[in-house]
């Protein structure tokens, strides 16, 4: 009985919390990964066991689910928690194949240019013509970052801006690819930004 009061608690305490996200414009994962699915409610010990898994199997679902891993923060309630399994995704360090894997995902992302070195603009939801900035530029560097940080063991932020911070100060080899995304990617955030909010005041979805 008690187990199940639990579940229920759980289940109902996910999906306020999953939609307070939507509404503040998270769309869901499309690896399926959230709260509202019982298999990614459980306790530490499953998730120990499930990162385990996840980071040594040779599966596609299972490297993006433990690549989700990597950005693990605790919103609320005991931190020891999340350091827990933080340190299960340390004691699978390093892991070569995972970082090679999140590496070619961030860089095969198709650059939005034509055969002119022009920028190739796309219809958006509203109709408008213009740049995805959020897939084709912000998306392969947070992804190309993550993966600097998961091979020089930076797991203390999950900050973009701090994985990369971290690996352009380290003797990684890839400190000077780290040093050079740091002012394109504040510029490109700030150009995402300022497009949201201009979105925003005339309506449209940010």
Same mark, same amino acid.
């Given at each position: &009985?008690? #187990?199940?009061? %639990?579940? *229920?608690?759980? =289940?109902?305490?996910?999906? @306020? $919390?999953?939609?307070? +996200?939507?509404?503040?414009?998270?769309?869901?994962?499309?690896?399926?990964?959230?709260?509202?699915?019982?298999?990614?409610?459980?306790?530490?010990?499953?998730?120990?066991? &499930?990162? #385990?898994?996840? %980071?040594? *199997?040779?599966? =596609?679902?299972?490297?993006? @689910? $433990?690549?989700?891993? +990597?950005?693990?923060?605790?919103?609320?309630?005991?931190?020891?928690?999340?350091?827990?399994?933080?340190?299960?995704?340390?004691?699978?360090?390093?892991?070569?194949?995972?970082?090679?894997?999140?590496?070619?995902?961030?860089?095969?992302?198709?650059?939005?240019?034509?055969?002119?070195?022009?920028?190739?603009?796309?219809?958006?939801?509203?109709?408008?013509?213009?740049?995805?900035?959020?897939?084709?530029?912000?998306?392969?560097?947070?992804?190309?970052?993550?993966?600097?940080?998961?091979?020089?063991?930076?797991?203390?932020?999950?900050?973009?801006?701090?994985?990369?911070?971290?690996?352009?100060?380290?003797?990684?080899?890839?400190?000077?690819?780290?040093?050079?995304?740091?002012?394109?990617?504040?510029?490109?955030?700030?150009?995402?930004?300022?497009?949201?909010?201009?979105?925003?005041?005339?309506?449209?979805?940010?």
């Amino acid at each position: &009985a008690d #187990a199940e009061r %639990a579940a *229920a608690y759980y =289940a109902e305490l996910a999906n @306020r $919390a999953v939609a307070a +996200l939507e509404t503040c414009g998270y769309r869901p994962p499309d690896e399926g990964v959230t709260a509202r699915a019982e298999a990614f409610r459980q306790p530490l010990s499953a998730w120990r066991a &499930a990162y #385990a898994h996840w %980071a040594s *199997a040779q599966d =596609a679902d299972a490297t993006s @689910r $433990a690549a989700l891993c +990597l950005d693990l923060r605790v919103l609320h309630g005991e931190d020891a928690l999340g350091d827990a399994l933080r340190e299960t995704v340390r004691e699978h360090l390093p892991n070569d194949r995972l970082v090679r894997v999140l590496a070619h995902e961030g860089t095969s992302t198709s650059l939005p240019l034509n055969t002119f070195g022009r920028f190739e603009t796309e219809e958006g939801p509203d109709g408008r013509e213009g740049l995805d900035l959020r897939r084709r530029a912000l998306a392969p560097v947070v992804q190309m970052a993550r993966a600097m940080a998961m091979d020089a063991g930076f797991l203390r932020s999950t900050n973009t801006f701090d994985r990369l911070r971290h690996v352009a100060e380290s003797d990684s080899p890839a400190a000077g690819t780290a040093r050079a995304l740091l002012p394109a990617f504040a510029t490109l955030v700030d150009f995402h930004l300022r497009e949201q909010m201009a979105a925003a005041e005339r309506g449209a979805e940010p």
